[in-house]
């Protein structure tokens, strides 16, 4: 119900509207700004688009993290501010969970589907634009992949600090992809355990195995649609990536190619346990049913003879011995016991 209504509104909305469609709604905006060249670097964070500075310097590199994506105030001053078209504004607000790449005259635009572990997974829409030496990053909750390339921002020496946005870029999607790619070795250990529990103790906890392929299944979608976003970064031709990092891209286009290959066997391997699961199971329905079988075929005769004793005629042999009932329970335990043996002379027990 609540997912018709979510669709009713994309439908009955105007296009280029700035209206949240994720969960976290009740994100209070938080605003860092990081300024950075050789020399030194600024870190602060504002509450409103008023307290933003007014000039950026061409000399530094400026990074911008907004979170909290319900303001669209906010997301409107930033369109306003940079020059940012009215539909890529809509893409910041419409969480679609899809990983995509536009580019204008100007700047680039790419939507990415960002997974993160602390003491849960968590899993949100991320929003890069890379400008010539501006960098906007637009996500929904508080918590990202990025604390390292902080860390290299505060440190005199690192490379960061040398150069241009362009590599500020890269290393936001170097680590979006290492995070996603960390998880995956984490569910891929798992199922490693999984597995190796099957084939020593043949105990296989399927419950749990779909638990870790729907978490495969995020990791595929943050991971698949890299592969052509990379490609597209490469191939076409634009302001705001130089060709010198180009190869540091295709560095991270042959990490997803190997995540994407990880994921595959990860996939098959919960195939395998399935199947494995599905024949475990068939077999045991099949040593049910022998046994049933068995005592059917045991209870046959002995029914027959019930049932021929139990008519109602006046003369049947042995009807009025005096030892008839012991004779029928002798009877009976011998065809029992014949049959019992034959079944096992065939090894059918």
Do not use: C
Not at 152 to 162: N, Y
Not at 214 to 220: H, I, S
Not at 332 to 345: E, V
């Amino acid at each position: 119900m609540e997912r018709d209504l979510a669709n009713q509104m994309n439908v009955d909305r105007a296009p280029g509207s700035l209206t949240y469609t994720g969960k976290y709604v009740d994100v209070p905006v938080d605003i860092e700004m990081i300024r950075f060249r050789e020399e030194d670097y600024v870190i602060e964070h504002y509450s409103t688009v008023n307290e933003l500075p007014r000039k950026f310097d061409s000399d530094s590199v400026w990074w911008f993290n907004l979170t909290g994506l319900n303001d669209p105030e906010v997301i409107s001053f930033f369109g306003r501010r940079f020059g940012i078209h009215e539909m890529h504004l809509e893409d910041i607000v419409q969480i679609s969970r899809h990983s995509k790449v536009d580019m204008t005259d100007n700047y680039l635009m790419s939507e990415h589907y960002m997974l993160y572990r602390d003491s849960q997974m968590h899993r949100e829409s991320i929003v890069l634009f890379l400008f010539e030496n501006v960098v906007l990053s637009f996500q929904e909750y508080p918590g990202d992949v990025f604390a390292p390339i902080r860390k290299r921002i505060r440190q005199t020496d690192s490379r960061v600090r040398r150069e241009k946005a362009d590599y500020l870029y890269y290393l936001m999607i170097d680590r979006l992809v290492d995070e996603a790619v960390a998880v995956l070795k984490e569910l891929v250990g798992k199922l490693d355990d999984m597995e190796r529990l099957m084939i020593d103790e043949d105990a296989i906890d399927i419950q749990r195995a779909y638990a870790i392929k729907r978490e495969l299944l995020n990791v595929k979608s943050a991971i698949y649609p890299l592969d052509d976003l990379l490609g597209i970064l490469i191939g076409e031709q634009n302001s705001v990536i130089r060709e010198e990092m180009f190869p540091y891209i295709k560095d991270v286009g042959d990490h997803v190619d190997q995540a994407i290959a990880q994921i595959g066997r990860a996939m098959d391997t919960i195939e395998s346990m399935n199947q494995s699961n599905m024949a475990k199971l068939s077999n045991q329905m099949n040593s049910i049913m022998k046994v049933l079988t068995m005592f059917s075929a045991i209870f046959i005769p002995l029914n027959f003879l019930t049932g021929m004793y139990g008519m109602n005629f006046l003369h049947m042999p042995f009807l009025r011995h005096p030892h008839a009932f012991y004779g029928f329970l002798l009877a009976s335990a011998l065809i029992a016991g014949a049959l019992i043996a034959y079944f096992k002379k065939k090894k059918w027990l």
